[in-house]
Structure formats: C-alpha cells, structure tokens
C-alpha cells in the first residue's frame, strides 16, 4: 500500500473527475519524457532529496530516494509518485512535505498538474494542510497493526 500522487494534462475547464477518466482510458503509457525536461527534473529532484537512483528509458524515467521511499515515475504527458505507507506523526508529515515539494518540480518543470487522490484534492491544496494526509498515514498504520 502507497500514498500516491498523479500528475496529468486536463483541458480547459475539465474537471479533475473527467481527467482521471480520461487518464484510465488513456493507452499511450509507453514513451518516456522529453530529455531536457527530464534533465531538470533529475537536477532539481537531487537538490531536495540527496542522493537519489535515476534511470530513464524509452519507456520512462524513475526517480527513487531510498531513504525516504519516495519513487516518481515520469513519462511523456503524465506522472506518478508514491511512498509506502509505514511512517507515523512528525515522520510522515515529512515524507509528505518532500513528495508535495517533489510534485511541485514536477508541475513546475513538465506543466502537468497534481492531483492527490487519497484527499480527492489538486496537488497545492493537499500540500497547503500536511496534517490531512499525514492522518491517512496514521489511518493506514492503525489497520495494519490490528492483529486479523
């Protein structure tokens, strides 16, 4: 289980209801991202995380950083970012700081926009009130630690 981040296109005036139907359909998955938008990415993502494995192919790029297990995914027109749930309190809280700083290269640097299906909330929003996802952490942790 992973907390997730999207990252898409949407049309003018599109809701982010109709986006993510779109992007269900979508089947377009297989081409990696443009190569200087990549570079920036790459270059930015290591300024806030330290070190970091990177790897792009036709396919995609990935951007892994072990110590926090934030993996972002990138592709030519959409993008993707997750965390495995396990962190609690102030520990959490900062995963979620980092991945929402994250997302906010990735919007600067490709022009998709975030999208934080767990609070049902665009990727600025979710960010402007760490505490709202930082309590799905602790949802998550309590579900986990009951005994089946």
Do not use: C
């Not at 297990?69 to 993707?80: C, K, T, V």
């Not at 609690?88 to 490709?110: D, H, N, S, Y």
């Amino acid at each position: 289980m992973s907390y997730d981040l999207m990252f898409m296109r949407r049309q003018p005036g599109q809701s982010w209801g109709e986006a993510l139907e779109a992007a269900e359909d979508y089947q377009d998955f297989g081409a990696g991202p443009d190569e200087q938008v990549w570079q920036r990415v790459v270059a930015r993502a290591k300024l806030l995380l330290g070190d970091a494995f990177t790897r792009l192919t036709d396919d995609g790029g990935e951007v892994s950083h072990e110590r926090t297990g934030i993996q972002l995914f990138l592709y030519a027109d959409s993008a993707e970012m997750n965390v495995p749930y396990g962190a609690t309190g102030e520990g959490a809280t900062a995963v979620l700081r980092t991945m929402f700083l994250l997302g906010q290269v990735v919007e600067e640097e490709t022009g998709l926009e975030g999208y934080d299906p767990q609070l049902g909330q665009p990727l600025r929003e979710a960010a402007a009130d760490l505490d709202l996802g930082a309590a799905s952490f602790e949802t998550v942790a309590r579900l986990l630690s009951k005994p089946s």
